[in-house]
């Protein structure tokens, strides 16, 4: 009976190509859109995740307070000071402070300005997992490299911070003095940090001694078994003593990855709720679009309807016609729409990567195909249940004499 | 003539109120939505812009290079300017005055709560007059700084919300930078701008001497005598540092730029983020599009029988594409019209629940009138595309089977 129902409705949509077609297209751009805009955000949590999981839920930072980006007010600093007091604290596994300035970077009488680091050799191994990098070409750090610098991973390509890629070996001027470049990191996915270079601590100090022992921020690894945000409290707590603070006073913060990463991921589901919002929009007006459509039917085929309920159809059959026509439909728009939507995604994706923004990926997930197709098989049917109702109300006397 | 066309086509529109209802309305929301977020969108642009650029037309920054928008210019710079610079540029020909500005971070602290804030200088001497005038600063309380005033603050309008240490300071208080005792004398005009609204002014003697512990200088403003030699001085300015800084030229590790200039990578990257929010929302004008065009067919297919009367007692096929044409206009048009209303009441509501809801002031509509001509010209246009192919078919029709047809 219900196949009956479904057959009858699919042979209605293909016999009239021309307005189904047009129908199916209005639904299929929205979802399109939607499925796309999903795709991304799906990714971008993903990338957030997999970050997570990498680094550990056990690694907090300290970073001081200050006007601008984190790491560059140089009148908020930690102190090596303050590392070595908070070293001592229970449930630190490992502490690493890290430098943080703008350099010129200058090769064939190019300039570029990026952030360098000064990490501790002895610990790089630490703050490699902390960042979630390793050394992708040539080697780490180490004791005693002095003028020697690991670049990001953007510096090997052509066209993106120098118009040359640099080679492992090469010789690169850093604020006019003379480095040799030992590694490349791997890439991270956006252009800032895959710009970013890389010294000892020594080499920093030498290069920049007014900020020797002045930390834009430090990494923390908690003990195991340590609940990392009741250390970041208790780090917080004590430091402040420390440093002779009030509460609410303080000059700097403690925060675990986690709540970072979280913080970061209510931003993304912010930003892509509205973006779908937005999109969301096409699809209210698709469902307009297949109300008129069905509407038009229901019109068209009053007399058809009024010879069905004479043979018996009941109201609730006529309904099911209808509904299930639009769900058709829908149905049909949210296939090709997530088709299309994957297409475009995954395009998008490859330009993006080429960009340099690889952390922009789209992901599919099965639940977002399945249900954004349900979903525009839903909507269908909702735009398609006022016509129907109608449809099922008239009266089969007038139906069969309607002209 | 051209009139019955139009009443025609108002006719079988009328004729077919739910049908013409409903494709309107597709089109209605789309044109709404486009132009409450290009209205939002602008206003928002606009608002993030006028933040920094309240610097006139003469006028030109000089800045050390870095990486930008790190924070305030001056920080994340690799080699800071000095601040024996700007006497040497006042001295280049056209240039009314180079001042030094220093902007330095540090604690505030009233009625027992304490937050982190920045703080700039208003030059000594004559100097002083020259960039009042040049920042157009006043006070709606209290009076602006003179020479000699030590350990004195003029505040920002944000420093007298309640909400922010806990009470109202006022002209008289007595507030802690960097742990120094001041006293406020001023409270700026609110301008909108943070560079203002949360700033703490102080002499360039008291910031320099006290709190900074270098020359270096944030940046040098540099007004000019004569706007139409601006390109000159820039030039000479561009070669004087040179010289001073020991670089090539295409090698600068400073920029000389009119703020406007300065300002403009930050507006595309808006612009960017409103043409692709704005391309979303426009996806649904087009689905209207489809709609019009879905509708037009029906009514080609419906009104067959007509299109062969009309035919057949003289119409040429110029006329049937006309009416057709004209009646998918009107619907584009009259969309058009109610979704422009729509779209400016919601922008502003959007706009006003926003401010609400964030309490910043950088959440405004703004409809230009350029904004509204080209929605309506937009609808009226996707109005007649939508409707080109099944004006078309209708004027082809075949008068004969066209009398013959039934449904």
Known sequence: ?403 | MRIDYIIIALKSLTQRKLRSWLTMIGIFIGIAAVVALMGLGEGLRGAITGQFGFLGPDVLGVQASGINFAGPPGQAVVNPLTDDLADKIERIPGVDAAINRFIESGTFEFNDKQDIVFAWNVPEGKDRNIFEDMINLKVREGRLLKDGDKFKVVLGDSFTDEDRFGKEIKVGNKVLFNGQLFDVVGILEKKGSFIFDTAVIMNEDVLVNEFRDDNSVNVIAVKVKDLKTIGNVQRDIEQLLRKERNVKEGEEDFTVQSPQNALQSLDQTLFGVQLFISIIAFISIIVGGIGITNTMYTAVLERTKEIGIMKSIGATNQTIFTLFFIESGLLGIVGGVVGIIFGFVLSHGLAFMGRLALGSELIRADISIELVLGALLFSFLVGLIAGTVPAYQASKKNPVDSLRFTK
């Open chain 1, 1 to 403: 009976m219900n196949l009956e129902l479904i057959k009858y409705a699919f042979l209605n949509v293909k016999k009239r190509k021309l307005r189904s077609g047009l129908t199916i297209l209005s639904i299929l751009i929205g979802v399109t859109a939607i499925y796309a805009l999903i795709s991304f955000g799906v990714g971008l949590q993903n990338y957030v995740n997999v970050i997570a999981e990498q680094a550990g839920i056990d690694k907090l930072f300290i970073q001081s307070r200050g006007i601008g980006a984190p790491g560059t007010d140089e009148n908020f600093r930690i102190l090596r000071d303050d590392i070595d007091f908070v070293e001592k604290i229970n449930g630190i596994q490992e502490i690493s402070g890290i430098y943080f300035k703008t350099v010129e970077v200058k090769k064939n009488r190019q300039l570029k300005f990026v952030f360098g680091s000064g990490i501790d050799p002895s610990k790089i191994d630490f703050v490699e997992e902390a960042f979630t990098v390793g050394v992708e070409k040539g080697r780490q750090l180490k004791k005693g490299d002095f003028d020697k610098v690991v670049l990001g991973h953007n510096y090997q390509l052509e066209d993106k911070i120098f118009k040359k890629s640099v080679a492992l070996g090469e010789k690169i001027e850093i604020n006019d003095e003379v480095f040799e470049v030992i590694g490349f990191y791997e890439k991270i996915g956006n252009p800032q940090d895959d710009s970013n270079v890389f010294f000892t601590y020594d080499t920093f100090e030498s290069l920049f001694p007014d900020d020797k022992d002045q930390f834009g921020f430090v990494m923390v690894k908690a003990n195991r078994n340590v609940d990392p945000s009741l250390l970041a409290e208790r780090i917080t707590d004590k430091l402040r003593k420390h440093k002779g603070q009030e509460e609410g006073k303080e000059d700097f913060f403690v925060q675990t990855f986690e709540d970072a990463l979280q913080t970061f991921n209510n931003i993304i589901l912010i930003l892509s709720g509205i973006l779908v919002l937005i999109a969301l929009v096409s699809l209210i007006v698709a469902s307009v679009n297949t109300m008129n459509t069905m509407y038009t039917a229901v019109v068209e085929r009053t007399k058809e309807i009024g010879i069905m309920k004479a043979v018996g159809a009941r109201n609730r059959d006529i309904l099911s016609i209808f509904v299930i026509e639009s769900g058709i439909l829908g149905a049909i728009g949210g296939l090709i729409g997530v088709i299309l939507g994957f297409l475009i995604s995954s395009t998008g994706g490859k330009i993006a990567a080429q960009a340099g923004f690889s952390f922009l990926q789209p992901s599919f997930p099965i639940w977002l195909t399945i249900g954004s197709i349900l979903f525009a098989f839903f909507v269908g049917a909702a735009s398609g249940s006022l016509p129907a109702y109608r449809a099922s109300k008239l009266k089969p006397v007038d139906a069969l004499r309607y002209e």
